[in-house]
């Protein structure tokens, strides 16, 4: 059974921000693999990973590359098993590394990579998919107050952020009752919300809170679950830039 997860890249100079996909990892009878997308050629101000140069190239290797194992807890870490607890996984189960940077985003303060798993159809072919609310860190204090009074399974809504000056794909995320503005879905997948809004019944597209972790990171504060009809002709992560360079 194959494992993958595209790996983005964003541009933080003022002058010219981006953000797109970059690579791809797979993980597929027990062998990792990484290989460049088209994305590495066309996003401005973009440069291969020191430790993969070559952008034509495909990686392959029994570990985990450093490049994405440094962004997991160490398992001697004694806050391991709240880390797991934080993207939903039993401290028990053990999870491929794979899985959970699927849910984490391998997200680091010294860099601007971060991973994310392509949606795919659930059992009863419709969307299903976890992530982390996005923005915390420019939140007032009184947002993560109104966070961290959330409960499991309670309602959130989508709002498709037209007056974005930084992202035109923006969604933003609020609560039902008081419509307080909590943050925003990943931008890797905002211009597929956009896509799913304009495609379901407005009813089909749902938000719930899936639990909130009180001692985390902003990043891993709150974790939410989103179903949705999956459209006919519906293929995320199908653009030119998710393309692999070596075919």
Same mark, same amino acid.
């Given at each position: 059974? !194959?494992? $993958?997860?595209?790996?983005?890249?964003?541009?933080?100079?003022?002058?010219?921000?981006?953000?797109?996909?970059? +690579?791809?990892?797979?993980? %597929? *009878? +027990? =062998?990792?693999?990484?290989?460049?997308?088209?994305?590495?050629?066309?996003?401005?101000? &973009?440069?291969?990973?020191?430790?993969?140069?070559?952008?034509?190239?495909?990686?392959?290797?029994? @570990?985990? &590359?450093?490049?994405?194992?440094?962004?997991?807890?160490?398992?001697? /870490?004694?806050?391991? @098993?709240?880390? #797991?607890?934080?993207?939903?996984?039993?401290?028990?189960?053990?999870?491929?590394?794979?899985?959970?940077?699927? =849910?984490?985003?391998? !997200?680091?303060?010294?860099?601007? =990579?971060?991973?994310?798993?392509?949606? #795919?159809?659930?059992? %009863? +072919?419709?969307?299903?998919?976890?992530?982390? =609310?996005?923005?915390? /860190?420019?939140?007032?204090? *009184?947002?993560?107050?109104?966070?961290?009074?959330?409960?499991?399974?309670? /309602?959130?809504?989508?709002?498709?952020?037209?007056?974005?000056?930084?992202?035109?794909?923006?969604?933003?995320?609020?609560? *039902?009752? @008081?419509?307080?503005?909590?943050?925003?879905?990943?931008?890797?997948?905002?211009?597929?919300?956009?896509? #799913?809004?304009?495609?379901?019944?407005?009813?089909?597209?749902?938000? &719930?809170?899936?639990?909130?972790?009180?001692? $985390?990171?902003?990043?891993?504060?709150?974790?939410?679950?989103?179903? $949705?009809?999956?459209?006919? +002709?519906? %293929?995320?992560?199908?653009?030119?830039?998710?393309?692999?360079?070596?075919?």
């Amino acid at each position: 059974m !194959k494992t $993958a997860l595209y790996v983005a890249w964003r541009n933080q100079v003022e002058s010219h921000q981006g953000w797109g996909p970059v +690579g791809r990892l797979e993980l %597929e *009878d +027990g =062998v990792y693999r990484f290989f460049y997308t088209k994305g590495a050629t066309t996003l401005e101000g &973009f440069q291969p990973f020191p430790e993969m140069p070559i952008l034509e190239y495909v990686y392959e290797s029994n @570990d985990l &590359f450093p490049l994405f194992a440094n962004r997991l807890l160490g398992q001697q /870490r004694p806050e391991y @098993d709240k880390f #797991l607890k934080w993207g939903g996984f039993s401290p028990d189960s053990q999870p491929s590394p794979i899985l959970i940077l699927g =849910v984490t985003e391998g !997200k680091k303060a010294t860099d601007s =990579v971060e991973v994310f798993p392509c949606p #795919l159809p659930d059992s %009863e +072919g419709c969307y299903f998919n976890k992530f982390f =609310v996005h923005g915390l /860190r420019w939140m007032s204090g *009184d947002v993560l107050k109104r966070i961290a009074s959330l409960q499991p399974n309670e /309602r959130l809504y989508m709002m498709l952020d037209l007056q974005n000056a930084y992202d035109r794909n923006a969604v933003a995320i609020r609560t *039902d009752t @008081d419509r307080a503005m909590l943050g925003y879905v990943p931008r890797y997948l905002a211009a597929e919300v956009w896509e #799913l809004f304009q495609s379901c019944e407005v009813d089909f597209v749902e938000l &719930f809170v899936e639990q909130v972790n009180h001692d $985390a990171p902003l990043q891993q504060r709150l974790l939410c679950r989103m179903h $949705a009809c999956w459209p006919d +002709g519906f %293929e995320p992560c199908s653009g030119e830039d998710f393309q692999p360079i070596r075919t």
